[in-house]
Every structure is written in structure tokens, then in C-alpha cells.
């Protein structure tokens, strides 16, 4: 079906390899509460960022064909391993159909007055070498230091919702290779869990960059613009995932969207 038959009312897709997308999906909940959400996470596949690019070209693929044929008018790739290894596939094969968001070009574009950008993510996003080559198209014309890390732990255990003093230990075991920088990019989804207690590490002295708030503000813009946003409020959100959900992931859902919510694995998938 081509863009112009979308309505108003169809869903917007989301997906991830697991939790990291949820913060896109509480952010759209909070500016777009008419919103129906259909949201997939790939946690059979998870972690991408450990996979070939074959196999989460194949993949994501797959997902967003999914959403596609449950009528969405939108799809958000909200995860950085699948848009650095996929995006170009994806668009050229639904941008006529769908609009297509995800959570790496609204932020590149907002790194224009940083000077030294650290950026952590999967091994598989540094090494599609994605962010390197969009900083080098935009600013070009800047001095714009880059330093990436990759930081291969850190999903999993977000994933799993293992104990929090953990999880804050290896992340700074991570942050002390990222000091004197001015930026800090999180790219990877599932580290937006903790945002909160990055910023403690840093003393506010390095500006994390926002990303959910960035991401959602340009989604929101542009469904205004194709006259695709959702004025009623509609159906009650569905969770997919591609193997049983981890009761940390249904916590978390449920924080977010309260209990109408409908969780349903996808076993053919
Ligand atoms: N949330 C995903 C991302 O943004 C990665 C997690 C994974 O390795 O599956 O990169």
C-alpha cells in the first residue's frame, strides 16, 4: 500500500532487539498520547550487536516488513545497530509505503557546537563506521574530534535488568576511556536506561545528548507535516516479542503504559 492510504489512526512500529526502543515509546506516548504504538522486540536475535551485518540486515528486515503488514503508517528503527547496518536497505525497500524514522540522523545533526564527541555503542555500530561517515557529510567543515568506544557488556545486562550497582560499575569501568570530551553520544538504545546516572558521572560538565527528546520532536514534525498525526486516541498498545518476555521487560511496559497493555510472542518469527 502507498503512503497516501495511510491514515491518521494507523499504528506507528517500533522496534529493537529488546527494551532499549521503550524509551522511544514512553517519549511518543508523552507528546503523541493518540498514538497507537505496535511495538517488536527481537530478544530471541538480542544481541545485535554481536551479529554479522548479513545477518541484521536479514533481520531487521523481516521486522520492519512485519510492522509493515500491520498497516503502520510509520515505522522507528530504535535501534543503532540495526540503522548503521540496515537503514539503506530498509529505506529503499519501504520509503514509498511508509515513513521511515530512526534514532541516529535527527542527532547527528545536533552535535553542530560540540567540539570532542565520545560515543558508545555495539561493536557491530563502530563497525559499520555509520557515525564517522555522517559527521564527516555534515561537518566537514568543523574540527569535530570523534571517539568511539565500544562498550559489547553493557545491553545484555540492561537487557536482563540485572542489579543496578553492577551495571553502573562497568559503565564506568567504560566512561574512563571517555574523558575530556564535551559531548557524550548513547548510541545504543538499552544505555537510556541510564542517562540519569551518566550525567551524575560527569557532574554536568558534559552535555549527554538527548536523544529520545530529540528523535521524538523531529517524528511528531514530520507526521504533523504528511498530516499523519493521530487526533483521537486510538487502540491500546501491543508488545511483540520474538521469544517469551523477560519479566523486567514487562515491568518496564508497564511503567510506561500502565496495564492496558497486550504482550504477544511471535513465534513464527
Ligand atoms: N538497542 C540496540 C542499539 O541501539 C542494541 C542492543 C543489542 O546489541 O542488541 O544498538
Redesign the pocket.
Known amino acids: 500500500m502507498n503512503l497516501k492510504y495511510r491514515k491518521m489512526t494507523s499504528p506507528i512500529g517500533i522496534f529493537?532487539?529488546?527494551i532499549?526502543?521503550l524509551l522511544i515509546a514512553k517519549e511518543i506516548k508523552i507528546h503523541m498520547p493518540n498514538e497507537y504504538i505496535i511495538y517488536f522486540g527481537d530478544n530471541a536475535?538480542?544481541?545485535?550487536?554481536?551479529k554479522s551485518k548479513e545477518f541484521i540486515k536479514k533481520c531487521s528486515m523481516k521486522i520492519a516488513y512485519f510492522l509493515y503488514k500491520k498497516n503502520c503508517k510509520a515505522i522507528v528503527i530504535?535501534?543503532?545497530?540495526?540503522?548503521t547496518n540496515s537503514l539503506d536497505i530498509i529505506q529503499k525497500e519501504f520509503c514509498k509505503k511508509i515513513l521511515i524514522f530512526n534514532?541516529v540522523e535527527p542527532v547527528i545533526k545536533t552535535l553542530v557546537s560540540s567540539k570532542k564527541v565520545g560515543l558508545m555503542?555495539?561493536p557491530?555500530?563502530i563497525r559499520s563506521n555509520f557515525f564517522k561517515k555522517e559527521i564527516e557529510k555534515y561537518f566537514h567543515h568543523l574540527n569535530l574530534d570523534l571517539i568511539q568506544i565500544e562498550t559489547p557488556l553493557l545491553?545484555?545486562i540492561i537487557?536482563n535488568g540485572l542489579d543496578k550497582k553492577k551495571i553502573n560499575s562497568v559503565i564506568e569501568s567504560y566512561l574512563k576511556h571517555l574523558q575530556s570530551i564535551d559531548t557524550l553520544l548513547l548510541?545504543?538504545?538499552?544505555?537510556l536506561f541510564f542517562k540519569h546516572e551518566i550525567d551524575s558521572f560527569y557532574h554536568g560538565k558534559v552535555r549527554v545528548i538527548d536523544v529520545q527528546k530529540i528523535v521524538v520532536q523531529y517524528i511528531q514534525k514530520k507526521l504533523h507535516e504528511n498530516n499523519l498525526l493521530s487526533i483521537h486516541s486510538t487502540k491500546n498498545p501491543i508488545f511483540y516479542t520474538s521469544s517469551s518476555a523477560s519479566s523486567f521487560f514487562q515491568k518496564q511496559v508497564k511503567l510506561i503504559f500502565g496495564k492496558e497493555v497486550f504482550f504477544k510472542q511471535n513465534t513464527r518469527f
Open positions: 529493537d532487539s529488546g532499549g526502543g536475535n538480542m544481541p545485535y550487536g554481536e530504535a535501534c543503532n545497530t540495526m540503522v534514532v555503542a555495539t557491530a555500530t545491553a545484555p537487557e548510541a545504543c538504545t538499552h544505555y
